[in-house]
């Protein structure tokens, strides 16, 4: 192994690459901890260290932006834009025609659909610096009431001074997708994800250390060697796959014989990635955010009855109701992403087109009714697995007295174990161009 890395060090392309990529990464965390303008950043700290986390969309979003939005930080709201952007485009795909067009162009029509991405990451930047600004200036950040610093983050709430810190957040967006994109070209891997893997990885010390300081350090192995056990389980899982065998059959093209190949199909087990958790972490807020715009109490004194029933079972998070909505979101979600990204038809078609069946089934209409049909079987596993792992931080929350950010489970451990092989796989790709040997044996 340290062979096989010291080969990558004595290739100056690789080691060329892998400069400028954590070069991106240290600018990127520097800007995560440089306030915005008129944030009273003392107050903010103050805050921080008696709330400890915050619950609900406000800590997923606070997860991927590495601590910086609760911070305020130019960088405050990460790369959250750019993922809901991208989720947004690929989901219009089966609502616009157009989408699905440009779409099969290729290369060109990619291009295009990266462009209208790149827009609505921006609009959405606006608006969710907007609601954060808002939020900020009215003292509800934190959730806490009793703590004056809290109520006063920042240090002027003049219209034209809200105006600048909303330009600045919006801005701090577009610098990092820009990064993202030139760690895509001139660096290792797909740069967003590399950016989204350093933030939720910033987060881990702090939140072992808070398990360590709140409990004990018997807990804290304990809690350690937990966190192995799942991510063997997630590489296990993330690397499992169902393969279809797929014969094309030979044709002749002028005195040419192509096809009579052998393929298969992969269907991974976890199809859907991470974007089901993030469905459900965003939709099951939505009821918290109304109950606490209608937390307010009446004339005799006494909240709704149903406010205080939502705030009893859907704010916290470790509510067995919430817990039991929370998988079952997930794997409904997991059936409709998967449905929406993979279409049997289309791959059914695209196999007759060129000559292409699985043995035993006749080709068109039965290869895609198989496809549906193994696609199903096994999706319910994939979200089961995906429910499961969703549900660790909110056990630990429960049990062992972590916050919502719990490094070994939910979207953190998927994303940084995804991210983390394929970017192994870029490596050892780009080292066997070069060598005999890869990273990988």
Request: proline fraction near 5%.
């Amino acid at each position: 192994m340290f062979s096989a890395i010291a080969r990558v060090f004595r290739t100056p392309d690789l080691r060329r690459k892998i400069g400028f990529t954590l070069g991106i990464i240290a600018i990127y965390r520097f800007g995560a901890h440089i306030p915005a303008p008129f944030v009273d950043f003392p107050n903010v700290k103050t805050c921080l260290d008696q709330s400890g986390s915050t619950d609900g969309l406000l800590s997923l979003v606070n997860l991927f932006s590495g601590g910086a939005l609760l911070q305020l930080s130019i960088f405050a709201l990460g790369v959250m834009p750019y993922i809901t952007g991208t989720i947004i485009v690929q989901l219009l795909r089966v609502v616009i025609p157009h989408f699905e067009t440009l779409y099969k162009e290729g290369q060109a029509g990619q291009a295009k659909l990266t462009q209208y991405t790149r827009y609505l990451t921006i609009a959405l930047a606006l608006l969710q610096s907007t609601t954060l600004v808002t939020v900020a200036r009215s003292g509800q950040l934190f959730g806490i009431t009793g703590v004056a610093e809290c109520q006063q983050l920042l240090t002027d709430e003049a219209w034209w001074a809200q105006l600048l810190m909303i330009v600045t957040l919006t801005a701090g967006t577009g610098l990092i997708m820009w990064m993202a994109e030139l760690v895509t070209e001139r660096g290792i891997g797909n740069g967003m994800s590399l950016l989204i893997f350093t933030s939720i990885a910033a987060t881990f010390p702090s939140a072992l250390w808070s398990i360590a300081v709140a409990r004990s350090f018997e807990i804290f192995l304990l809690v350690l060697a937990v966190g192995v056990a799942t991510v063997a389980l997630v590489v296990f899982v993330e690397q499992s796959q169902r393969r279809i065998p797929v014969q094309y059959a030979k044709r002749m093209v002028g005195r040419r014989t192509l096809g009579g190949s052998n393929t298969y199909i992969p269907i991974k087990v976890n199809m859907a990635g991470v974007v089901p958790v993030i469905f459900a972490s965003s939709l099951l807020y939505i009821p918290a955010l109304i109950a606490q715009f209608n937390a307010n109490p009446a004339a005799n004194g006494s909240v709704p009855g149903w406010v205080s029933w939502i705030q009893a079972n859907f704010v916290n998070g470790d509510h067995p109701l919430y817990m039991a909505v929370y998988f079952l979101l997930i794997i409904g979600f997991t059936y409709f992403y998967v449905a929406i990204t993979f279409n049997p038809v289309e791959v059914a078609d695209n196999m007759k087109k060129y000559g292409g069946f699985i043995p035993g089934i006749r080709a068109g209409r039965p290869t895609a009714e198989y496809l549906d049909y193994v696609l199903t079987r096994i999706t319910l596993p994939g979200s089961i697995y995906l429910g499961l792992i969703a549900l660790l931080p909110l056990l630990a929350l429960a049990t062992v007295g972590a916050n919502q950010n719990f490094p070994f489970g939910g979207a953190s451990i998927l994303i940084i174990v995804g991210v983390g092989l394929e970017t192994v796989k870029q490596i050892d790709a780009q080292l066997q161009q070069r060598h005999y040997e890869g990273l990988l044996r």
